[in-house]
Structures are given as structure tokens and as C-alpha cells.
């Protein structure tokens, strides 16, 4: 009986184990995305920081931005960091789809109400006259900002097929897997968040 | 079958063991956000220790979560996503730091500056 058990429990884990080598494998090679992901974002942020003072007479940093705003912005991407986490846990270790979704959701929602804090700035920005054309300041801006702001809309796009597919199929080893990978991504943009926070935002404002 | 209900209890263990590296990287976040915004809006201290305090609490952020919820840690499994993230931060801080090095050197060699295209410089004060 015991044998019988065991035997049939390891043919029954040979293709989870398989799978969960493929998973683990993506997830590295989304790792490495990730990082020459980071080399792109280092590259924006040296020519920020060589051109954040050539403002050809147009304003600096300092008159543009509203810090209250951005200190909101920073904090509902860090909540949203944060409930993508628990999305990920309780696919990972509860199994339970209600929770992953109700997570996801959650944070999609976070996710949009940055964006639209984003897209306020920058109308904002332009209808006063300080588009990207302005200056060298404002173009190295508006290419790191904007880039950063284009990485999540990307996010919120996969989050909502995500969605979908866990709605549809449920928690399953291709699901979990997929939580990883857009959980590596969402945690990435909030690190570069960071720094965009203090570099651009802080660091203006002194 | 107490074997199963010892994977479910490992399991159970691992997700609070997860949900408390969540929660602790979440108010760290917060507070390494917050300190370094009073510090600049009220202007504690003077200009270029305020930059250098700003820079501080965000690589301290960045490695609060990269441990807390991207969990990369020395136990890390496959060693290569440690290998390949120090790589980075090594090519990301040559990349950063040499760009800046280079463009103050050539701003302060110029001898010719046309009224047209004035370079302010871009170090701060």
C-alpha cells in the first residue's frame, strides 16, 4: 500500500518537476531581460543628469515640479509594488484564485491611477510651453520619465492578460509562473521609480 | 498521508515567512520614501549633503527591495541571478559615474562658449 502510494506520488511529481525547472528557467532568463532593462534605464539617467541644468533660459527643475504630487505618485506605486507581492504570494503558496485575483486588481487599479497622475504632469508641462522641445532639461525628462511611464503602461497591459488567464484557468504551474516574471518586472519599475524619485524629483527640488 | 499535510504545512510556513518579507519591505519602503522627502522640502541641511543623503536612502531602498521583494538574497538558487545582478550594478555604476565624470571635465575645458548655446554646466552646486 505504502509502496504503492510512494511510487505513484514520484511519477505523479516527474512532471511537475520538470515544469517547475522550465518555470525557474524562464524566470532567470526574465532576470536577465530585466537587467539589460536596468542597463537602458542607467544610459537615460546619465544623459538626465549631464543635461538636468541646461534649461536655455526655460525653467529648472525646481519651478516645475509639485513635490506633494510627487511624493503620492511615489507612494501609490509603492502600495502597488506592494499588493502585487501579495498577489504573488497567494499564488505561490495558498493556491487560492479569488485572492490572486482580487491582488492583481488591486494593483492593476494602483497601476492606472499612476498613469494618470503621469499623463496630468505631462499635459500639464506642455500646455504651459515646457514640452520636451523647451530645453535640454526638459527633453532628458520627458525621455526618462516617459520611458518609465511607457514600462508600466506595458505592465498594465500584461497584468490584464493576466487577468483574464487566471480568471479563466485558475492558478495552475503556467499561471504561477507568469505571476513571477510580471511580479520581477512591477517590483523593477518601482526600483526605477525610486530613482527617478530622488534624482529627478529631490535632487531638483534643492 | 501526514506527509502531505507536512508539504501543506511547509507551504503554509513559506507564505508567512513570504507575507512577512512583504510587509517589512513594504514599511521600510515607506520610510526610506518619506525621511529623504522632509529632509529636502524642509531643507535640513545644506545643499550637498542633502544630494548626498538623498543618493544614500535611495541605493538603501533599492537594496531593501531587491532582498525584500524581488528576494534575492545569498541563498538565492541559481547563483547566476546574483551573478548577473552584481555584474549590473557594477556596469550601471561605471556607466553613471563615468558619463558624469567625463561631461563635468569637458564642461570646465571649454574655452569657447557661444551666446547661442551657453553650457550652464550640469553639476549641482
Keep these: 500500500m505504502t509502496t504503492e502510494t510512494l511510487t505513484h506520488q514520484k511519477e505523479s511529481l516527474r512532471p511537475r518537476r520538470e515544469s517547475a525547472d522550465s ?13 539589460s532593462d536596468a542597463l537602458l534605464f542607467a544610459s537615460i539617467f546619465a544623459t538626465y543628469a549631464v ?16 513635490m506633494p504630487f510627487v511624493l503620492t505618485e511615489t507612494l501609490i506605486l509603492l502600495v502597488s509594488s506592494f499588493t502585487f507581492g501579495l498577489a504573488s504570494l497567494y499564488a ?29 504632469e ?17 527633453s532628458g ?42 511580479g520581477l518586472f512591477w517590483h523593477f519599475l518601482d526600483i526605477v521609480w525610486i530613482f527617478i524619485f530622488t534624482f529627478v524629483y529631490l535632487i531638483g527640488a534643492i | 498521508m501526514t506527509n502531505d499535510f507536512k508539504v501543506i504545512d511547509e507551504q503554509y510556513e513559506a507564505g508567512r515567512r513570504a507575507l512577512g518579507s512583504y510587509v517589512t519591505g513594504f514599511v521600510l519602503s515607506v520610510i526610506l520614501t518619506i525621511i529623504p522627502y522632509f529632509i529636502v522640502v524642509r531643507h535640513m541641511f545644506e545643499e550637498q549633503s542633502l544630494i548626498w543623503a538623498a543618493v544614500l536612502f535611495a541605493v538603501t531602498q533599492l537594496f531593501v527591495q531587491v532582498v525584500f521583494f524581488l ?51 550640469y553639476i549641482p552646486k
Design chain 1, 141 to 182: 525628462f520627458f525621455t526618462l520619465v516617459g520611458t518609465h511611464g511607457l514600462h508600466v503602461t506595458a505592465g498594465l497591459i500584461w497584468m490584464s492578460g493576466l487577468i483574464v488567464q487566471v480568471w479563466r484557468r485558475g492558478i495552475t504551474t503556467t499561471t504561477i509562473g507568469k505571476v513571477g516574471t510580471l
Design chain 1, 23 to 35: 518555470e525557474s528557467k524562464a524566470l532567470f532568463g526574465f532576470w536577465i531581460y530585466i537587467m
Design chain 1, 122 to 138: 505631462f499635459t500639464k508641462l506642455f500646455q504651459e510651453g515646457n514640452s520636451w522641445q523647451r530645453s535640454g532639461f526638459l
Design chain 2, 71 to 121: 528576494h534575492l538574497s545569498k541563498k538565492s538558487k541559481p547563483l547566476w541571478n546574483m551573478i548577473v545582478f552584481a555584474f549590473t550594478i557594477f556596469v550601471v555604476s561605471f556607466l553613471v559615474i563615468g558619463s558624469l565624470w567625463i561631461m563635468y571635465n569637458l564642461n570646465y575645458n571649454m574655452t569657447d562658449t557661444s551666446p547661442a548655446n551657453t553650457n550652464e554646466g
Design chain 1, 92 to 120: 505561490h503558496h495558498h493556491n487560492s484564485k479569488n485572492k490572486v485575483l482580487a491582488w492583481l486588481l488591486v494593483t492593476f487599479l494602483l497601476g492606472v491611477a499612476f498613469l494618470a497622475m503621469e499623463a496630468t
Design chain 1, 51 to 66: 543635461l538636468q541644468n541646461n534649461t536655455f533660459g526655460g525653467p529648472s527643475a525646481r519651478e516645475l515640479f509639485s
